[in-house]
C-alpha cells in the first residue's frame, strides 16, 4: 500500500520523510513540485499524481503539503482519509500540527507513524488508542527521556484494542461528566456581477468533545435529518440504525473526535447569509473600484469576522482604497487589496471605493474575483437543528452544550 510520506513545507523543502516497505528517494517529490508549479493556489493541486514508477497523493493542510507514495495502485480516497488522519492526531498530541511543532517532537512524530501503520497499511488512528501506546508531550518527558534514553513507546497492548469499541479507552472516570457539540458549516458560493449564485454548497461536520465517564452509549437526533445527505461517520456510529430511524447511535471515544461530515448542494436550500455588489471600470491609464457589502439571511444573528481579499492584475501600480467603515488596505507587493470589515451592520450596507492606476498602455484582460471570508456564531445556515442528545448505560447526569457556527469556505464573487 503506503511506501512511503513526505512532509513538505511552503518553500518546498521536505522536512521529515518516513518509509514503511522500501526507502524511496526524495526525487519523486519533484513531480509533485513540477504540478505545483502550473497552478496557482496550493488547494488547485491535482490530488493524485500519476509517475513512471509511483503514485503520489497529497493534501494540502496547515500550510504543509503531506505526501504519499505508493508503488502500486491503490484506493486514493483511502489514502487521502489516512493522511487527513495523520493531521488530525499530530493536532491532538502537539496542539497544532505546523512545522515548527513537527521539528520539536520528532521522536515523537517517528514514534506516531510507526504506530499507525503496518507495513505500509493504516493500523491504528485513534487517538485514544495511540495516547496508551505513546504518551502525549510534557514538559518533564522532554527532560526526562535524553537523560534516560526510554523509549515512550508502552510495552503493553491498549486494553480497548481487543474490545469491539477501540476508539474509547477502558476505565475513564470524570469528576464533572459532560460532552459538547459543535456544528460547523462552510459555505462554498460563486456569485456572478449580476448577483445570480452559479454554484453554492454547504460542507458541515459535527465536532464533539466527550468527557463522560464509564462506557456511555448516546443518542443523537435531529428536527429534521432529511436534510442531512451525503454523510460519512465515525466509526463508533451505528449506520443501520441511522438508515432505519436517522438517529445518531454511538458509544463516543474519549476527548475530541469528528463525529460526522455532510454536504449539502441543492441551491434551493442554500441561503448566502451575505451579498458583495463589485463594480470595476478601467481606463487607459487609470481605474475604479467600488464595493457593496451587507447581511442577507441571517434570522436575526450577526456576521462577524467579515474579510474581503481582492487580487489587483499584473498591471495596477497603485491602490488607494477608501471605506466608509473597517479598514482597506492595499499590499503592492502581494497585489492584493485587503477590506478588513469586522461585524457588519445588520441595519445598512456599507461600501469601499478605490482609485486604480495602471501602467501606462495596459489595460486588464478581465476582472479580478473577490474572495469574501465571515463567521456567524450560533447559526445554521442549512437549517438543521439538533432535536435531543440522551446519555445511556450510565446513572449520571451530565452536561451538554450544542454550538452553531457557519463560516465562509471558497465564496467567491466573479465582476
Known amino acids: ?14 522536512f521529515m520523510e518516513r518509509h514503511w516497505k522500501s526507502v524511496v528517494s526524495r526525487s519523486v517529490c519533484d513531480y509533485f513540485f513540477d504540478a505545483q508549479s502550473k497552478v496557482s493556489s496550493p488547494a488547485d493541486i491535482p490530488p493524485v499524481i500519476q509517475t513512471p514508477h509511483f503514485y503520489i ?15 502500486s495502485e491503490g484506493p486514493p480516497l483511502f489514502v487521502i482519509e489516512f493522511l487527513h488522519r495523520v493531521v488530525d492526531v499530530l493536532t491532538d498530541y502537539l496542539g497544532e500540527c505546523s512545522e515548527v511543532k513537527i521539528k520539536d517532537h520528532y521522536v515523537i512524530v517517528y514514534e506516531l507513524l510507526e504506530e499507525m ?81 452559479i454554484l453554492s454548497e454547504i460542507h458541515g461536520r459535527i465536532e464533539a468533545n466527550c468527557r463522560l465517564s464509564g462506557m456511555p452509549d448516546l443518542t443523537l437526533s435531529f428536527i429534521n435529518p432529511r436534510l442531512l445527505d451525503d454523510v460519512s461517520f465515525h466509526p463508533c456510529v451505528r449506520f443501520k440504525r441511522w438508515e432505519v430511524e436517522k438517529v445518531f447511535s454511538f458509544v463516543p471515544p474519549d476527548g475530541r473526535f469528528q463525529l460526522v461530515t455532510y454536504q449539502l448542494g441543492n441551491q434551493s436550500q442554500v441561503s448566502l447569509p451575505v451579498f458583495v455588489a463589485p463594480t470595476f471600470t478601467f481606463h487607459e491609464s487609470s481605474g475604479k473600484l467600488n464595493v457593496k457589502v451587507g447581511p442577507k439571511q441571517t434570522m436575526g444573528k450577526l456576521v462577524e469576522d467579515v474579510v474581503l481579499t481582492i487580487p489587483m492584475p499584473p498591471c495596477v501600480t497603485n491602490v488607494s482604497p477608501l471605506s466608509t467603515f473597517g479598514m482597506a488596505t492595499y499590499d503592492p507587493v ?82
Open 117 to 197: 501503520v503496518d507495513n505500509g497499511f493504516p493500523l491504528v488512528t485513534e487517538c485514544n488508542v495511540l495516547k496508551e501506546l505513546i504518551h502525549p508531550p510534557s514538559l518533564v518527558r522532554d527532560i526526562v527521556r535524553p537523560l534516560t534514553g526510554e523509549s515512550g513507546v508502552s510495552t503493553t497492548l491498549p486494553k480497548g484494542q481487543l474490545s469491539n469499541v477501540p476508539w474509547r479507552r477502558a476505565g475513564v472516570r470524570y469528576t464533572n461528566n459532560e460532552i459538547f457539540l459543535d456544528m460547523i458549516e462552510e459555505v462554498d458560493a460563486i456569485i456572478d456581477k449580476t448577483g445570480t449564485t
Open 57 to 71: 497523493i497529497s493534501i494540502y493542510r496547515n500550510k504543509l503539503h503531506f505526501l504519499a507514495v505508493l508503488q
Open 334 to 415: 502581494e497585489r492584493v487589496v485587503l477590506w478588513k470589515i469586522g461585524r457588519l451592520n445588520p441595519q445598512k450596507e456599507i461600501s469601499m471605493s478605490a482609485h486604480i492606476s495602471l501602467t501606462a498602455g495596459e489595460v486588464p484582460d478581465g476582472n479580478p474575483t473577490i474572495m469574501v471570508d465571515f463567521k456567524i456564531s450560533q447559526f445554521a445556515v442549512s437549517g438543521l437543528k439538533v432535536n435531543r442528545l440522551d446519555v445511556n448505560g450510565e446513572k449520571y447526569k451530565p452536561f451538554k452544550g450544542i454550538k452553531y457556527y457557519t463560516k465562509a469556505g471558497k465564496f467567491q464573487v466573479r465582476s
Open 1 to 14: 500500500m503506503i511506501n512511503s510520506l513526505f512532509i513538505i513545507n511552503n518553500l518546498g523543502e521536505v
